[in-house]
């Protein structure tokens, strides 16, 4: 009896005791448990002899505290060893408890560590995609931070200014320096084309003939030799500074070139010194790759016009004078230049022409501002929408390391302690993340500079340096921070009981965490709208500045742009050339046509200066003035409408043009429309700042700066009376066939007539074309890719959030089938689960996208912002892929086992 | 190559009780919990789970090493497992028993306990 019940009291407290046992780690279970469990018995007599049932008790209560201290101090040592140890190292003795914040860090990182390498999947999914958002995010900002933040490379940077609206007359540029008092220093330069002959190959190159001040201004050093000196500018010899490219390039590195003299536009000049290779002067003041360069003497008597607007302008401000009180002395000098020269600087409304001056940053920057500031906004969305999405990883994972929180809690670990861990592991997979970023952004900046779209100044100076690293560190630790604060609040705050109980029911705040999941899934969807309105808008804007209408035939056109140096040709060997050549040039096999003219279509994409613009309209016929009216002049040769393939009303310039008067003028629709808008222009007769014309003829507008640029208001004359005086000698051809089969020939032919004159390029109108649409192409590509990872981003978030709750709801859907719900049933309301997240993001995603929409103002083309279309097109792709997204873990619901089901409820 | 003994310690005082009730002869676990109770006059009780914590401990250190043998087959005692001190274990033993002497000695020398003087 006493036996039977001694054993049945203590086999009461032996299954209590081993009930217990699941405390101690798996490992120690299985090699001792069974002892711990016979040890404990034999005890369990032994007390129960001793103190009866109450001794017996009183054990089970003191071995169960202390089963449970050991399981804590085995599960540590655990991680200890897998962590804290190096092999052959003894474990260190610890007392928990104590241990400073620092160390839970440590610990934390560890613990990171650990369960990444048991989860691989889960850390490269998350790291890869922080990764991507983090390395477009630091590939952005470093050409932002370079273009956009950091100073300009010369001395005094923020007192430099730019004189606005292009380039200016040399005795404009004397008024501005000797009548102000506001700068302290001002310079010139001036664009030209140099060739190089003698010593090889006739080279042309890209040549800036300076002012006194320019290098100094600009804080250039020589790289051998020197610089310019005062006796340079007026005296003889002549002299040039040429590149670091250049000379090692034409004259192997030879220092012995200092002091040779080299023949520039086939004048001698000696090389005086080599400029400093990391010297990079203002694009807009002179043209990056300039390779020669030349004094200018601001008072040689050849360049004394007020009309000729050759000079780009740059001054530093005196010390203490702001760009304002520089202005307003500009103002003032205006009005006195308005007063003393009324025809030229007095506009017709009586005003004076304005003279401004801008920062020279924002001179330099232009439109690529907003450009780049529109890619970082953009990268910036697709950051965000990469947290949201390792966020909805984090709390996923959330709900299967319940249990494991739990049980830490349940050994002591605070709730601050637990959220330290798991704040840490998401900044260690931010910051690896961030690393892996940073060697993107790496590869980023070099595509991006080798794919320069061009009109970015500094691009050869982008580069991963210690303020972009530490901006992507930045970024990344904040990253982490944003993504993991939730999923770490969330986890702390889960009730240790509950979470203790049977894990598998797992929906512990299982509700809560999926509303989550949901709003972190809308918001990805209402972002990657955002993003993909953007990318749509631009891409509609180049696919219409493809479609825009060039005023001509494209095809089959071929182009050869060059340059009659003054010093080599006046202006009966001009248009000698001009003759012999198309003379030449018609005979070619392959040619159908073939004309000329200073400039052609297209020749100056994306640049504001050149040509030759007119103003002083007057119409006698009519009584009409327009002083204001700034008329771009081309003169062209005969049959170049024809073979250009632009129709013209009225007729084409004929070779007995030449020399009429009045000479008679082709005109674009523009300018017709401008100057006769109530009557046909064609047989009028007007004069253009006292030169006279007759209309003889009206084409629609060419496009002369790009496809997405406004037709000028432009006008066509006789090359042999008005072009014979300009350098530029541009051959148009086109051809039966494929125009590359004649590029040898003409060049052949040009060398025929002059062998000297070096031929840069053969090109095709078509390749010009593509050229000139680089920009464009260029962002709306880099955006369509954003948009396009965001859009797959969002996609990943529905599919995970679907397979998410479909396994949450595995019994419930198993039910149901077994309730006699069809598959098809399930799979629509899974879908259709997707189908309301989805819609509640493109509606949110719309407001949103309507107000981001409206900064997009200037890159839009053909379109408005709000273009209807593009919404339309955006919200229906993002619901399609959203749908489909959520099919395949329909699919899986659809499938539940309802026997498995029914089993495990 | 070998560790240095006095490396191992100062010893736990929890193992060294273990290793010490082992110098006596192959014990199961109950066995250690005995022994150790009556070494130390009850002012020591093992529970179970911290003692296998321990034995696990030593064995991976290689003081302590599972027997191979068996109780006799008469014995009810057959199926459990019996563990016995290793060589190391008995030398690491015999240091510490030998620093606590000299500590002892010297606590006797400075007249801190009589020499009679023995913990009860």
Known sequence: ??????????????????????????????????????????????????????????????????????????????????????????????????????????????????????????????????????????????????????????????????????????????????????????????????????????????????????????????????????????????????????????????PSVIGRTVVLDRSPLVVVGILDPAFSPPPNVVRSGTDVWVPLDIMTPAIQHRGLFILNVAARLAPAVTVDAAQAELNVLGENLAEEYPDRYRRGDGTPRPMDIVPLRDAMVGEVGGTLFMLLGAVGLMLVIACANVANLFLARGTDREREMALRAALGAGRTRLMTQLLTESLVTALTGGALGVAIAYAGVRAFTLLNPGNIPFVDQIAVDPRVLSFAFMVSATTGIVFGLFPAWQAARADVNDALKDASAGAVGGRKRARTRSALVVAEIALALVLLVGAGLLFNSFVRRLQVDPGFDPERLMMVPLVLQSGTYDEARRAQFARNVMERVKGIPGVREASHGVTVPLMYYGRTRCCWRERGFRSDDLGEENEELAVLVHPVSTNYFNTLGANVRGRELQPEDDHMTPAPAVLAETLADQMFPDVDALGRSFTLDDMEFVTVGVVPGLRHWGLDQEVEVEMFVPYDTFGVGFRRFNLVVRTAADPATVAQALRQAIWAVEPDLPVDEVITMRLRIATSMTGPRFYSALLLSFAAVALMLAAGGIYGSMLYSVGQRHRELGIRIALGARGNDVVKMVVGQAAVLALVGIGLGMVGALAVARSLESFVFGITTTDIPTFAAVAALLAVVAVAASYIPARRAARADPMEALRSE | MEREIVSYLPLNPRDYLILFALTGGERHG??????????????????????????????????????????????SDQRRRYYAITKLGRRVVKAEATRLDRLAALARSQNLISKKERPA
């Open chain 1, 1 to 254: 009896m006493t036996g039977r019940g001694a054993s049945r009291g203590i086999t009461v407290w032996e299954a209590l005791f081993r009930g217990t046992m699941w405390v101690l780690p798996r490992g120690f279970r299985s090699a001792f448990g069974q002892d711990v469990v016979e040890s404990f018995r034999d005890l369990c007599r032994r007390e129960h002899e001793r103190g009866g049932v109450r001794a017996v008790v009183a054990l089970w209560r003191r071995s169960t505290v202390q089963l449970v201290l050991c399981g804590a101090r085995e599960r540590l040592a655990g991680i200890q060893e897998r962590l804290f140890r190096p092999a052959g190292k003894p474990p260190r003795r610890r007392q928990p408890g104590a241990r400073d914040a620092i160390e839970g860090v440590v610990q934390g990182i560890r613990l990171a560590v650990r369960s990444y390498v048991r989860n691989p999947g889960f850390a490269l999914t998350a790291v890869a995609i922080i990764g991507l958002g983090i390395g477009a995010t630091t590939t952005i900002f470093s050409v932002v931070d370079t273009v956009l933040l950091k100073q300009l490379p010369y001395p005094q940077p923020r007192q430099l200014v730019y004189f606005d609206h292009a380039s200016h007359p040399a005795p404009l540029y004397r008024d501005w320096r000797d009548r102000t008092e506001a700068f302290d220093a001002m310079a010139a330069a001036w664009d030209r084309d140099i060739d190089l002959t003698g010593d090889g190959e006739p080279e042309r190159l890209d040549g800036a003939i300076v002012t006194r001040a320019f290098f100094d201004l600009f804080g250039a050093e020589p790289f051998l030799g020197r610089l310019f000196v005062n006796d340079d500018f007026t005296g003889e010899p002549r002299v040039t500074v040429l590149s670091h490219g250049l000379w090692q390039r034409r004259f192997g590195g030879d």
């Open chain 2, 30 to 75: 109950y066995g250690l919990i005995k022994d150790v109770e009556g070494q130390t006059g009850g002012d020591v009780s093992l529970d179970p789970a911290n003692l296998y914590r321990s034995v696990k401990r030593l064995i991976k250190e290689g003081f302590v090493k599972e027997s191979e043998r068996r109780r006799a087959p008469e014995s």
